[in-house]
């Protein structure tokens, strides 16, 4: 994933979202451990092994959501933009199995938050100045499926406007508005230009390592021949 995502955002912008989101992460749950103990007053909460790469790991699922939203696996013909979705959900499932595995949800939960609001609102474009990532294909409603964006959609614009400040104008083609004019980041163009590169570094990548792959093939081959 980091081959992926570095070329595009740049080794600073890399480390920094590594850091950001891993501290944020351990943050979060850091606090949800202090409450479940408040809660249910049980000391397990606080002496429990937590480990926070795993957060990382899911705020980079979602950056490559972000990048290549319509990229296919090849073995599961599923698209790329469904890889924090299917994470999650295979994660909580599996937790109710194996209830050792149910200490990473936290890690993984938080960890696709905050990866999600810093490339949304936070996340600076060196080559246009702006921030964040505003187009429709990356509203937070797009991690769930089609029949339930509809009930997802004024739930997360109540908490857009507490957090952030700003209204949703999603109808506006110059993306977000605040008093007619256009704010930071709300270049539709920016984020199709962004896309684009992830699609074409992706595809370079691939086809390396196709080549790099018949070169290895053909090594031993010729290799037969010299000592004949």
């Known amino acids: 994933m980091g081959k992926l995502l570095e070329p595009i955002w740049g080794s600073k912008e890399f480390l920094k979202f590594f850091f950001i989101v891993n501290f944020l992460t ?26 926070g790469f795993h957060g990382v790991l899911a705020g980079f699922l979602v950056g490559i959501k972000q990048i290549v939203p319509d990229q296919e696996l090849y073995l599961l013909k599923i698209k790329v933009k469904w890889l924090p979705s299917l994470m999650l959900l295979l994660s909580i499932a599996i937790s109710f ?33 702006l921030r964040g990532d505003p187009s429709e294909d990356f509203a937070f409603s797009t991690f769930f499926p089609e029949f339930l964006r509809p009930i997802i959609d004024p739930i997360a614009s109540i908490f857009h406007r507490m957090l952030c400040g700003k209204s949703e104008a999603s109808s506006n083609p110059q993306g977000y508005t605040l008093g007619g004019a256009p704010l930071l980041g709300s270049d539709p163009i920016e984020a199709s230009r962004r896309r684009e590169r992830g699609a074409r570094a992706l595809e370079e990548r691939l086809a390396a390592e196709k080549l790099a792959a018949g070169r290895d093939s053909e090594e031993p081959h010729i290799d037969g021949n010299d000592r004949v």
């Open 26 to 51: 351990s943050v979060c749950v850091f606090i949800t451990a202090i409450a479940l103990y408040y809660l249910t007053m049980q000391e397990k909460y606080l002496y429990m092994p937590l480990s």
């Open 97 to 129: 199995f194996t209830p050792e595995s149910a200490t990473y949800l936290p890690s993984l939960i938080f960890g696709t938050y905050i990866g999600w609001i810093y490339l949304r609102y936070l996340q600076r474009k060196p080559e246009s100045k």
